[in-house]
């Protein structure tokens, strides 16, 4: 089994201008102390989040087959966060990430794809804001007191909500 290891959370800077808060990204991988510089030529996903008094929320969920580098701030990407930034009149804006793990041999790109996959759902269903366009459709069925539903469990939906280490 492959693992995955998150890092994180990198605080990403910010300036505040006349029409708002807006997002700085120049020297994320460069600057000389920049806590997050080893991962550049990572790969894996990334989740760029907001923590506010409400708590962290993901604003969106991306896959580097290349590096991190390379593909966590591109000119789309960077777009997609002022976007998700902009919604927010306080709180600050972070980055996760999911590496991938050292090995011999090519990139799992298979793993990368379905942890962004199951990142998007998740993130989804927190958040329903969220960034993402492909795989934000949230399935039409629920499991009463398990799965996408709200409210206090009965003794049987928090026992079988447990047995699949299902939580809400």
């Given at each position: 089994m492959a693992t995955f290891e998150v890092h994180g959370p990198f605080a990403i800077s910010f300036e505040k201008r006349k029409g708002g808060r807006t997002l700085v990204f120049p020297d994320f991988w460069s600057a000389e102390d920049s806590p997050a510089a080893y991962l550049a030529q990572e790969?894996?996903?990334?989740?760029?989040?907001?923590?506010?008094?409400?708590?962290?929320?993901?604003?969106?969920?991306?896959?580097?087959?290349?590096?991190?580098?390379?593909?966590?701030?591109?000119?789309?990407?960077?777009?997609?966060?002022?976007?998700?930034?902009?919604?927010?009149?306080?709180?600050t804006p972070l980055m996760y990430f999911v590496v991938h793990p050292s090995q011999k041999g090519p990139t799992?790109?298979?793993?990368?794809?379905?942890i962004e996959d199951f990142l998007i759902q998740a993130g989804?269903?927190?958040?329903?804001?969220?960034?993402?366009?492909?795989?934000?459709?949230?399935?039409?069925?629920?499991?009463?007191?398990?799965?996408?539903?709200?409210?206090?469990?009965?003794?049987?939906?928090?026992q079988f909500a447990r047995l699949f280490d299902i939580e809400r």
């Open positions: 790969r894996g996903c990334y989740v760029f989040a907001i923590r506010d008094s409400g708590g962290l929320r993901p604003l969106y969920v991306g896959k580097a087959g290349k590096t991190f580098k390379q593909e966590a701030f591109n000119p789309s990407n960077r777009h997609k966060y002022h976007n998700g930034f902009s919604g927010y009149a306080k709180g799992n790109s298979k793993y990368i794809g379905e989804a269903a927190k958040n329903p804001e969220i960034q993402n366009v492909k795989g934000v459709e949230r399935p039409k069925w629920s499991i009463k007191g398990v799965v996408r539903a709200s409210g206090k469990r009965t003794a049987a939906e928090a």
